[in-house]
């Protein structure tokens, strides 16, 4: 059974263009330690470059995204 994870809207730091710009970030476990990595396949909305080698700068908070237990936020 494999599960789809949408992802989590977050800022995240141009290569090309060195600007903060807004998009989706996948978390990635790897033994015991756990991280945030770009949804492959983003382009940066100002420059328009690939955001793949970019990284993620912050989560940003939304109403849609889970909270820790698991429920969505009221």
């Known amino acids: 059974m494999s ?3 949408d992802g989590l809207k977050a800022k995240i730091h141009c ?3 060195t600007r903060t710009v807004e998009g989706l ?5 790897r033994l015991g330690r756990s991280r945030l990595k770009v949804m492959p396949g983003q382009k940066c ?4 470059a690939s955001l793949d ?3 993620v700068l912050e989560l940003l908070p ?3 995204q889970p909270n820790s237990k698991g429920r ?3």
């Open 3 to 5: 599960a789809v994870m």
């Open 15 to 17: 290569p090309m263009c």
């Open 25 to 29: 970030a996948l978390p990635e476990v």
């Open 45 to 48: 909305s100002r420059c328009h």
């Open 53 to 55: 080698a970019g990284y």
């Open 62 to 64: 939304d109403t849609d």
């Open 72 to 74: 969505r936020a009221a």
